[in-house]
């Protein structure tokens, strides 16, 4: 069975005559397979570099098109107009036999669960390359969805994956040495990728966390989980009416506006990765819904949370940071935190730096959106990434995907958006609210309890601490008395000023829980100096004896 999904796999790049394109002089070990397919795909001739690819995968099924769908967000990787033909591939597979699904539900779900259906729609709502959803109802009257992971899906994917490893490394030894592909690379993104989505449970408990971050929302709606349905193969969620984002007719038929529609989608990304470092990563239109109950101000209703992402403390902030340098225009901050980052080597050439980030951002400052190709500007920073040996983050990827997406559909709801000039007050607050001196003040109350323990404590590990240090010496090392008896009054001095100083702090922390009137801000600072005057005063007392 493996060899021969190997032929038909070799069958079909010989077709498309995709190994022409992995080697530009058209000779070599991989034009040995165009004999399987002597005369070509019928119209090849007509067909560009990205259309080749894009049928090739088409051809080959779900899993090669989800390979296409994820390779059409890497510029990096591979060409920017063969990406750009991926970016096309369609989430509308042929969908498994409702006995098919059927079987599935009924062997991850018990007796008990499934007498709680009062329906199922035997035709699919929605069929992808993984998965496949029912609408339902259940008796209590609550409408639902059920996602079912398609039979096999698995077994399929790690045969393919393996096959894929074995023609990449191929590819990778007779590759010419000009083309701008990694054939290994790409092979493992996509396999860290796709195997992320094979685990619904996993995928209900992303919905859940978006959920919960954004229960008080009026700009997003994330649907409810049934978490007593919800498996490994099947999970069970609310099911949401909408329109969706990419029906243009019917969101005008509606009265949606589009531009405040836009910003609210910029608005929900910045809030997504900078808030709560949780984001919905696979944002394209069909996982976006619209719901129509309030025109002026529509909400966003998400679906699909397989693939989410999040990034590390540091690089947020990092982000966060050079984001707003961008928007600042402040090319030489942003060359200085790359840095400082430690996104590019530390001997990296400041002042050129700064030139290469300003020919590339300069030109996109105060245009719509309709004028700018985020998967162009995505393209240069890569080719300036290689110039620079720019380490790229691998968090950083999803959020790339992510942007990639809202670009598209930004482009395609109201193209004459200033995206710089609608993002920069957007993440301002989120700075000044996440990041600001309020949100030290929530820190310092969070982890005040913590520091009254370690503040309790320090005394005594600090006596035993100095009592080690103090201990005689070995009987053959003899010091003269005078310097015994220094080395204790230190100690005990040291003792003294440790303790003077937990207990300033001990005060200073009393005095601010016992208070929770309005105004405790001022009056804590209050304690704070009343309380480091004392403290001081006593420290001087106590250098002097």
């Not at 005369?39 to 007509?46: A, I, M, N, S, V």
């Not at 601490?465 to 204790?488: D, G």
Request: charged content about 25%.
């Amino acid at each position: 069975m493996r060899l021969f999904r190997l032929i038909k796999i070799t069958h079909t790049l010989a077709a498309y005559r995709i190994p022409a394109l992995l080697n530009g002089h058209g000779f070599g070990f991989f034009n040995l397979v165009n004999v399987l397919a002597p005369f070509g795909k019928p119209g090849l001739k007509d067909m560009t570099e990205g259309e080749r690819v894009r049928g090739a995968l088409e051809d080959l099924g779900p899993i090669f098109i989800k390979l296409g769908q994820t390779l059409s967000t890497r510029p990096d990787l591979i060409p920017a107009h063969i990406a750009e033909a991926l970016g096309k591939l369609q989430d509308d597979v042929e969908p498994i036999t409702w006995q098919q699904a059927k079987t599935v539900i009924e062997n991850q779900l018990d007796n008990d669960l499934l007498k709680n259906f009062q329906h199922i729609n035997e035709q699919p709502l929605a069929s992808a390359s993984i998965a496949q959803v029912h609408a339902a109802t259940l008796n209590n009257g609550d409408e639902v969805v059920i996602k079912i992971l398609r039979p096999g899906i698995r077994r399929k994917i790690e045969r393919d994956v393996h096959l894929m490893q074995t023609l990449a490394t191929l590819a990778e030894r007779h590759l010419d040495p000009g083309v701008q592909v990694n054939p290994t690379e790409i092979v493992a993104e996509f396999e860290k990728t796709i195997f992320d989505e094979l685990d619904l449970q996993r995928e209900a408990a992303n919905a859940s966390l978006l959920g919960k971050n954004f229960r008080h929302s009026k700009d997003i709606y994330i649907p409810k989980i049934y978490w007593d349905y919800s498996k490994q193969k099947v999970m069970v969620q609310e099911r949401i009416h909408g329109i969706s984002i990419k029906d243009f007719a019917a969101l005008d038929a509606a009265g949606i506006n589009r531009e405040n529609l836009a910003k609210k989608g910029i608005k929900i990304f910045y809030t997504q990765v900078f808030r709560d470092n949780f984001f919905h990563a696979d944002m394209h239109p069909g996982n976006i819904f619209i719901n129509p109950d309030n025109p002026e101000d529509p909400q966003i209703m998400l679906l699909d949370f397989g693939i989410c992402g999040s990034l590390p403390k540091g690089h947020r902030v990092d982000l966060a940071n050079n984001f707003m340098a961008f928007f600042q225009q402040d090319y030489r901050r942003i060359a200085e935190l790359h840095i400082e980052s430690g996104w590019v080597p530390a001997d990296t050439n400041l002042e050129d730096l700064e030139s290469a980030t300003r020919t590339i951002c300069e030109p996109y400052l105060s245009r719509p959106i309709e004028e700018i190709s985020f998967g162009e500007v995505m393209l240069k920073t890569f080719q300036m990434a290689k110039r620079f040996k720019l380490i790229i983050q691998p968090e950083l990827i999803l959020l790339q995907k992510t942007l990639l997406n809202i670009e598209g559909l930004g482009r395609q709801l109201y193209p004459q958006l200033d995206v710089w000039q609608t993002s920069e007050p957007i993440l301002r607050d989120i700075m000044r609210q996440h990041y600001g001196p309020q949100n030290a003040i929530d820190k310092f109350k969070e982890n005040l309890p913590k520091w009254i323990e370690q503040a309790a404590e320090t005394p005594m590990l600090v006596h035993q601490l100095l009592s080690q240090q103090v201990k005689p010496l070995p009987r053959h090392l003899k010091f003269e008395q005078t310097a015994k008896k220094r080395l204790r009054q230190k100690a005990r001095q040291q003792q003294r000023l440790t303790t003077l100083a937990a207990g300033g702090l001990i005060a200073t922390a009393v005095l601010y829980s016992l208070d929770t009137r309005p105004g405790w801000l001022l009056d804590v600072s209050n304690a704070v100096l009343a309380s480091g005057l004392i403290t001081t005063y006593l420290l001087f007392r106590a250098l002097r004896k």
